[in-house]
């Protein structure tokens, strides 16, 4: 696996998607990157979580340098995660994003330059969908629909639905025993 490309300095402040963090310099909190060049396929926010926590409780930072800089970190991790999964991926077609992950800008255009390094296509719905569940079921729907595919209206309710129903249960993935 090659080794994690961490953040830099974004080209553009109007790149990122969150107020605060526009305003705020990435690189002034040093936060964690969990998991960061792990052959473990799963994520972890806790401990970044808890440095964001510890920076903001010290004053010594502005809310919106902690805001910048965690974005900073998210992006870097899923980066990492995601370039993880996509070595050894024959047969791959598309990256495909979707969700409130998708509407954040800095998530967006690191993943559509993922995808372009691995020649593949890069999928997203519109922002304004990427926002409002209601607005990702639908749409979710509708392609589903396009593609001839239907439901009864009976159909059980599962809060983690599996993208591969064939594959093994996740560690962590809301399972209980």
């Known amino acids: 696996m090659p080794p ?29 990157r969990p998991l960061v060049g792990s052959d473990e396929p799963h994520f972890s926010f806790a401990g970044l979580k808890s440095a964001v926590l510890r920076a903001a409780e010290t004053g010594r930072h502005r809310t919106e340098d902690i805001a910048a800089s965690f974005q900073a970190a998210v992006v870097d991790c899923l980066a990492d995660r995601t370039r993880r999964a996509l070595v050894d ?39 304004w969908l990427c926002t409002d569940n209601a607005a ?13 595919l239907t439901d009864p209206l009976d159909v059980p309710a ?20």
């Open 4 to 32: 994690a490309r961490l953040s830099t300095r974004p080209p553009s402040c109007s790149a990122w998607a969150s107020p605060a963090a526009r305003r705020g310099d990435p690189l002034a909190v040093p936060l964690p």
């Open 89 to 127: 991926r024959a047969g791959l077609t598309a990256l495909v994003v979707a969700g409130g992950v998708a509407a954040n800008a800095s998530v967006r255009a690191m993943l559509e330059a993922l995808a372009a390094e691995h020649e593949l296509r890069f999928i997203a719905p519109p922002g």
């Open 136 to 148: 990702m079921i639908a749409w979710a729907g509708v392609e589903r629909l396009a593609l001839g």
């Open 158 to 177: 599962r809060a983690r639905w599996p993208l591969d129903p064939g594959a093994a249960v996740a560690r962590g993935a809301g399972v209980k025993a």
